[in-house]
C-alpha cells in the first residue's frame, strides 16, 4: 500500500520510501547497497516488553551475482544470504560454525501466458497453454540445481508446506507436468500454431543467476518442442514491477516469474486467479466463475481439512486450463555467520518479521 503521491512518482517511491515498519532508509547507491536504521518508536515490543529492533541498523549489500554473494560470506564481510544448493559444501568447509538454515523451496518460478481477450493471442486456446507445460522439463531443472531433489509445485508456493501440493501427486492430471515434446508439438499443432515467434519475457536484472538460467533453460525447452520462443529481456524496474507494467497484466506473449511469498493459500490463490476487475495482480487476466467461487468459499472457511480440499480443487481447476504453467523447485538455503543470533528464515517478509528479533554477538 503506497500514499497516491508516490504512486504518481516512481522516482520519489524508489529513493524515499516512508511507511511505519521497524526500519528507516538512511542511505541508498544505485547497485551498491541500502542502508537503514531502526525506528526509534516501532510498536513491536517482545515477550519481556523489550522494544525491537535489536539491531542499530542493516545494511542490504547489492552484489553482481551468486558467486560474489559466496565469496564475501567465507570472507566474513556478510552476516547472512542465501546459497544454492551447489554452494553449500563450499561454505561447510570453510566457515566454521556456519549456521545453516533449509526452507522447503528455494525457488517459485512459474509462466504467464497472457489471456486477456485483446491480447492474448495463440494462449487463449489451452492446448497452446498445454502444449508449453509439456514442454518444461522439470526434472532437468531439478538435476540442474539440486541434485534431482525437489517437486513440482502448483499456484501455491511450495515455501506453504502441506498447502501447497506436488502436482505428481494429483492422480490423472499429474499427466500435463510430464516432459513430453512429441505431445506438445501435436496439441501445438492441433491449436493451429505453425510456428509463429512467441514472445518469452524474462526480466535478468532482479532475481539472480539461478532465476536467469531457469528462465534460459525453460524458453530452450519451449524451443525444442517446437515452440519459437523469442526472448526479450526487461528491465526488472522499468518494465516490469512498477504498477501498470507486465507483472500487473500489461504485456504481450508469456512471462517467466516469481510471487510474493504468502503465509496462507488463499493470498496466492487471490492473487494468481481472482477476478481481475477486483484484483490488480491477476498476472493473466482469467476471470474464472468457478475459481472466484472457489476462492471465496477458502476466504471463509476456517476447517483447515476442508480448507485442504478448497486449495486441491483450485490446484484441479487450475491444472484442467493451465492458466499458468508452474514449474519446479528443491531447497532453498540461508546461511548465517555464528556471530549472528536468533537468525531465522522467513522468507521475503525477513525484514520485517526477523531482521528486527536479531543481534550480533563480537566476532571470533
Do not use: C
Not at 8 to 22: C, E, H, K, V, Y
Not at 197 to 206: E, F, G, H, K, V
Not at 295 to 315: S, T
Amino acid at each position: 500500500m503506497f500514499p497516491k503521491e508516490v504512486i504518481a512518482d516512481d522516482n520519489l517511491r524508489a529513493s524515499t520510501p516512508i511507511g511505519a515498519g521497524p526500519w528507516m532508509l538512511r542511505s541508498f547507491k544505485p547497485q551498491v547497497s541500502y542502508e537503514f536504521d531502526k525506528h526509534p518508536n516501532y510498536h513491536w515490543a517482545d515477550a519481556q516488553g523489550r522494544k525491537t529492533p535489536y539491531l542499530d541498523g542493516v545494511k542490504m549489500n547489492v552484489l553482481a551475482d551468486n558467486a560474489q554473494f559466496v565469496a564475501q560470506f567465507v570472507g566474513g564481510n556478510l552476516d547472512s544470504t542465501g546459497v544454492s544448493y551447489s554452494d553449500l559444501d563450499q561454505v561447510k568447509s570453510q566457515v566454521k560454525g556456519v549456521n545453516i538454515i533449509k526452507s522447503s523451496a528455494g525457488a517459485f518460478y512459474f509462466l504467464a501466458p497472457q489471456q486477456r481477450q485483446e491480447r492474448g493471442g495463440p494462449w487463449l486456446d489451452v492446448r497452446m497453454r498445454q502444449a508449453l507445460s509439456l514442454a518444461v522439463d522439470r526434472d532437468g531443472l531439478l538435476k540442474l540445481f539440486w541434485d534431482g531433489t525437489g517437486k513440482y509445485f502448483g499456484i501455491v508456493e511450495p515455501s506453504e508446506g502441506t498447502w501447497s501440493f506436488d502436482m505428481r501427486d494429483l492422480g490423472d492430471r499429474k499427466k500435463w507436468y510430464t516432459h513430453d515434446p512429441a505431445q506438445s508439438k501435436q496439441l501445438a499443432s492441433a491449436a493451429g500454431y505453425k510456428g509463429d515467434p512467441l514472445r518469452y519475457l524474462y526480466t535478468n536484472n532482479a532475481y539472480g543467476d539461478q532465476f536467469n538460467q531457469t528462465a534460459l533453460f525453460v524458453a530452450d525447452n519451449a524451443k525444442q518442442a517446437g515452440l519459437n520462443t523469442q526472448v526479450v529481456t526487461l528491465d526488472y524496474r522499468g518494465e516490469f514491477i512498477t504498477p501498470g507494467k507486465a507483472f500487473f497484466g500489461n504485456y504481450d506473449g508469456v512471462w517467466i516469474g516469481t510471487e510474493a511469498q504468502y503465509t496462507d493459500p488463499y493470498y496466492m490463490v487471490f492473487s494468481m486467479l481472482y477476478d481481475p476487475k477486483q484484483n490488480s495482480w491477476n498476472h493473466v487476466g482469467v476471470n474464472d466463475p468457478q475459481a472466484n467461487s472457489l476462492i471465496d468459499q477458502l476466504a471463509a472457511e476456517f476447517d483447515n481439512a476442508k480448507r485442504h480440499d478448497l486449495v486441491r480443487q483450485i490446484e484441479e481447476l487450475q491444472t484442467d486450463h493451465m492458466y499458468y504453467v508452474p514449474t519446479a523447485t528443491g531447497p532453498g538455503y540461508t546461511v548465517n555467520q555464528p556471530w549472528l543470533k536468533n537468525a531465522l528464515n522467513a522468507g521475503i517478509a525477513a525484514p520485517a518479521e526477523t531482521y528486527p528479533l536479531m543481534w550480533l554477538e563480537k566476532k571470533g
